[in-house]
């Protein structure tokens, strides 16, 4: 949930650190946003990295896929 506009980079990181998805880059208005990861991807461990102009900020997930549905548990 962004409690202002910025320009936001975020990135789907895999546990050995490798880069697995770029998800989005730009300019997000102020709210709460959703965002896809590629049905190529599989169940796992993953970090979600968030990088706008003065900070960054990496949260811990789990990608769950039950009947090719993807669910997301941060």
Do not use: C, W
């Not at 320009?7 to 998805?21: C, E, H, K, N």
């Amino acid at each position: 949930n962004l409690e202002q506009s910025q320009a936001l980079d975020i990135q789907l990181i895999d546990i050995l650190g490798r880069s697995v998805q770029h998800v989005f880059s730009g300019k997000l208005l102020s709210g709460e946003r959703k965002f896809n990861i590629s049905a190529d991807i599989p169940t796992g461990i993953y970090f979600l990295k968030v990088h706008s102009f003065d900070q960054s900020e990496i949260r811990k997930i789990l990608l769950l896929k039950f009947n090719n549905m993807e669910t997301m548990i941060m």
